[in-house]
């Protein structure tokens, strides 16, 4: 396999896995959530990821997870599962539901906690690849899984046998530029921080963006679309729009997991709730902060459509 194996391009949100007060999955919100994002100009969905707090579900509910984002995805693009995890017999496992539920696709990111040298993470995803049985979408988020995937990896990975893609969200342009220019032969590259970085990757000729933040602000979409349309001014507005959100979600005693669902829930949007600890709502002078600022950036009525 490699980039010609699949056709996407594009916004493919990385969707939140929305729970109820008791914590238990709400599969309403999360169909309801993907419905809006494609009527908004979502081309595929990725789910179970970062965004989707993958490391508080159980394997059961990955599995459930899996099932309804296919469903939800049938005939309207691509359906990506997070396999998130440390162990490569439990990526596989999860490899092999995604397989069963009937995924397009899976997202595999580097072993996190423990810390691997460059060898050991590639020797880490050859052995997932070898037995994958389905298209794989590297996943490198260093902040979070401690073990980069750097350009030079990443040219390593491109050539494994099921690795049609990477979602890139290093956040850092000379990261992102040189893995761009190293595999974009070979695989396709997607952009992580779309909210701060987005129109420069695609002027640079990423394939898309896959990104958190139009679970909020639809219009993070239109960053891609408006790009591509070559409606500069109109991008670049979006661009600065985008990163003061990011500013936003992220100062002030504030985390991007919690601040994603809580403007989510303040802009009546399916698919917020709450978050599974360790992760904590928000509340007090952080949750107004947030609530003030997003009536700055985008306004409560005016649903960012």
């Known amino acids: 396999m490699n ?5 996407w391009a594009g916004p493919m949100p990385a969707v939140t896995t929305p729970f109820h007060a008791d914590l238990s999955l709400d599969e309403d919100g999360f169909r309801a959530n993907i419905d809006e994002l494609f009527s908004a100009g979502a081309t595929g969905i990725v789910a179970a990821g970062c965004t989707g707090e993958f490391w508080s579900l159980t394997l059961k509910e990955r599995e459930r997870l899996a099932q309804l984002t296919v469903d939800a995805c049938k005939g309207r693009g691509p359906a990506i599962v997070g396999t998130g995890a440390i162990r490569e017999s439990e990526v596989i496992e999860q490899i092999d539901a995604a397989k069963s539920a009937g ?7 580097s072993a996190y906690f423990v810390h691997l040298s460059d060898s050991e993470i590639i020797e880490h995803f050859a052995a997932i690849d070898a037995k994958a049985n389905l298209p794989i979408v590297l996943y490198n988020i260093p902040r979070n899984a401690g073990n980069a995937i750097t350009p030079a990896i990443a040219d390593k990975l491109a050539d494994l046998d099921h690795v049609v893609a990477i979602k890139e969200s290093s956040g850092q342009w000379d990261n992102f530029h040189q893995t761009l220019n190293r595999v974009r032969d070979r695989i396709r590259v997607f952009c992580g921080p779309s909210s701060t970085i987005g129109v420069a990757a695609a002027l640079a000729g990423a394939d898309g963006h896959i990104d958190c933040f139009p ?22 507005a979006l ?14 005693g504030r985390t991007l997991y919690p601040a994603t669902k809580a403007a989510m829930d303040f ?13 904590r709502p928000l509340s007090g002078a952080a949750l107004k902060g947030l609530q003030a600022g997003m009536e700055s950036l985008v306004g409560q009525d005016k649903k960012v459509a």
């Open 103 to 109: 995924a397009d696709a899976v997202l595999v990111m």
């Open 3 to 7: 980039r010609d194996s699949v056709d």
């Open 267 to 279: 802009l009546h949007r399916p698919g917020g709730g709450m978050p599974r600890p360790p992760l």
């Open 215 to 236: 679970n909020v602000w639809h219009d993070c979409m239109q960053l891609w679309h408006k790009t591509k349309a070559g409606q500069m001014q109109d991008a670049w």
């Open 239 to 252: 661009q600065a729009t985008g990163q003061a959100m990011t500013e936003l979600f992220t100062s002030e």
